[in-house]
């Protein structure tokens, strides 16, 4: 049962402009969402993070932005640069737990 | 302050046979959890260690254990390996465990079974 849904599973967008990947969930006990990005034969590199008690954080040229009631939250990437060509995963877990629910992943290119 | 290290980077193995993978985790980071990844089922949590205890447990046959040493170093290990345990096995480590924290993870062992 996927808990965690990342639709559209690749994605092109021309540098400088902005990326949008989006993250559904269904298990309403989850309260920390979490972005990572992963190239090829690497792990999981972190990128942001946001609790259920936030509806947006920003670090740099990521956001990330949370709608609880809709289950929804999304990573906006501006602007994008061909260095954030990539897999972006969504994962969630729930309070005192390290347990994560990762969706199946974006590939994302940034054309130069 | 030095990321996570797995070794071996990669494996190769024949069904029936045994491997263990290590992880080290980051300085002073006392959580280690393993997870597997595969093109079919993506990003599967196996389980989670703290204080040399296993805190969670996925959803995976008891042919997968681990354990964590007093200096928070973990291994896992994989008994009569079948050709689907084929995966990249990624370990992270968190700060502690109890609570919602980022896990950072190492660059994963490829094991590939034979």
């Known amino acids: 049962d996927q808990q965690v849904k990342q639709n559209s599973p690749s994605l092109s967008v021309q540098e400088g402009r902005i990326s949008i990947l989006n993250c559904d969930y269904t298990n309403s006990m989850f309260d920390y969402f979490l972005w990572y990005k992963k190239y090829p034969a690497e792990g999981p590199t972190f990128l942001i993070s946001i609790s259920s008690i936030k509806d947006k954080n920003e670090d740099g040229r990521f956001t990330v932005f949370l709608n609880k009631s809709a289950k929804h939250l999304s990573l906006h990437i501006v602007p994008s640069q061909p260095g954030d060509s990539a897999v972006y995963f969504c994962?969630?877990?729930?309070?005192?737990?390290?347990?994560?629910?990762f969706g199946k992943g974006n590939q994302v290119v940034v054309i130069p | 302050k030095a990321g996570v290290t797995q070794t071996p980077r990669y494996l190769i193995k024949t069904r029936g046979q045994q491997v263990t993978l290590s992880c080290s985790p980051i300085s002073g980071h006392r959580s280690v959890s393993w997870y597997q990844q595969t093109p079919g089922q993506g990003l599967q949590f196996l389980f989670e260690y703290f204080s040399e205890t296993q805190r969670n447990k996925g959803n995976f046959p008891g042919r997968f254990s681990g354990r964590q040493f007093s200096n928070s170093r973990s291994e896992m290990n994989v008994s009569t390996l079948e050709l689907g345990d084929s995966a990249l096995y990624l370990c992270?480590?968190?700060?502690?465990?109890?609570?919602?924290?980022?896990?950072?993870f190492g660059p994963g062992t490829r094991l590939t079974v034979l």
């Open positions: 992270a480590s968190s700060v502690q465990a109890g609570r919602t924290d980022t896990q950072y």
């Open positions: 994962a969630a877990s729930a309070s005192g737990n390290n347990r994560l629910a």
